[in-house]
Each structure stands twice: as C-alpha cells, then as structure tokens.
C-alpha cells in the first residue's frame, strides 16, 4: 500500500509541478488580448479623408491624453485616413474616452504545505498529494478565498463625419482586464484593437490578441 501511495505521491507532486509552471508562464504572458465590440455606419467613399482629434474640455493640455492620442492616431493611418491641418479642414473628428477604473473580486487558492516526518493530518486537511523523497507528505489546506485588484483598462475611440450633420460613423470599444495599474503601457494594444479588422461588422464583440512588445 505504501509503495502505491508513493507512486501516486510523485505522480501528484509532478503534476503540481506542471500547474505551477503554467502559472508562473501566464503571469508573465507574451500576448495580450482584449474584447472588441465595434459599431459602425461607415461611409463608402471615405478612403484618403482627413481627420482630427478633438479633446474633451477636460483633455485639453493634458500631457497624459497627448499621449494616448498619439497612440491613436498611429492606428489611424493603416485604415486609410490622413490628419488634417485644421479641425476646420477635417471631414471626420475622432473622440477619445479612456480610464481603468479599479474593482475587487475573490480569488479561490490552495495553501501547500508538506510534512517531513511521514504521516499526519492536520485540522485543515483537504488532499494527500504525498509519499515524496524521504518519506514525505504534500498535503493541500481547504481553499481560501483573498481578495484581488483587478483593473478594467477601456478605450473608446468615436468618429463622426461633419460632412453629414456630424453623423456617428464609428465605434469601438476595447477592454483588457489586469491586475496591475498600468494603463499606458496598455493603451497602445488597445489603440491597435479599437481598429482591428476595421470596419468589421455592426455590432460585433470579438477577442483579438497581439503579441507583447519587448
């Protein structure tokens, strides 16, 4: 019998060995990906127009939506349009809303521990995982649920043609949830979302992934 719980003692202990490693590889993910919902009533003669960005009163000299701008306006150009001079010389005029508002939710973990003098169950007992190097026992405490920051980092980029009564033609909203506080370094991938497969179907959510920049 001691010679099966061994057995199955290494066999546990591997595969939370493969457990934490899957772990530790998605904490440290080389891909990023966000949920897009787009709406769009693009105009079809709309290839080589110009544009300009319009900041909220709010935005105005404000050094953080400069930049968030600049990361939207490189997405822009790959869609065909051009910036124009002037906002009086731009057919369509980009909004920006942006923010990664903060909310908490439960995690459910495990606590490990092991035992290094062979048997024993303690009062939070909840799995043997055992029969380890020298006699050993890996056991798993009943779960406990701790409370985790996650962050929902948003970008919506709005266009409207001023060449018809400033007509909402665009849409597009897209959200990455994280644990870190870390908008900007964020905000380029969801620039390059909002824009993705533009300008895809009316009404549809969709994932899309990129690989993380170095």
């Not at 003669?45 to 900041?55: D, F, L, T």
């Not at 809303?97 to 092991?114: H, I």
């Amino acid at each position: 019998m001691w010679n099966r719980l061994q057995q199955y003692g290494k066999g546990a202990w591997r595969a939370s060995l493969v457990l934490t490693a899957a772990v530790l590889v998605s904490g440290c993910a080389s891909t990023l990906s966000a949920s897009v919902t787009s709406f769009q009533q693009w105009p079809a003669n709309a290839q080589g127009a110009s544009y300009r960005i319009e900041p909220a009163p709010t935005q105005v000299n404000n050094l953080e939506f400069q930049t968030v701008a600049d990361m939207v306006r490189a997405s822009i150009g790959p869609i065909g349009l051009v910036e124009a001079p002037s906002a009086g010389a731009a057919r369509f005029v980009v909004s920006i809303e942006y923010g990664n508002p903060a909310t908490q939710t439960w995690v459910r973990t495990y606590d490990d521990y092991y035992l290094n003098d062979g048997w024993g169950f303690g009062p939070a007992f909840g799995g043997f995982y055992g029969g380890g190097w020298g006699g050993g026992i890996f056991m798993s405490s009943h779960p406990r649920d701790v409370p985790v920051t996650v962050y929902k980092n948003t970008l919506t980029v709005i266009i409207k043609d001023n060449s018809n009564n400033k007509a909402e033609v665009y849409r597009s909203s897209a959200v990455h949830n994280s644990t870190d506080d870390r908008l900007i370094q964020i905000m380029p991938y969801l620039a390059r979302a909002v824009f993705d497969d533009f300008p895809g179907n009316n009404g549809q959510t969709r994932e899309v992934t990129y690989d993380r920049m170095r």
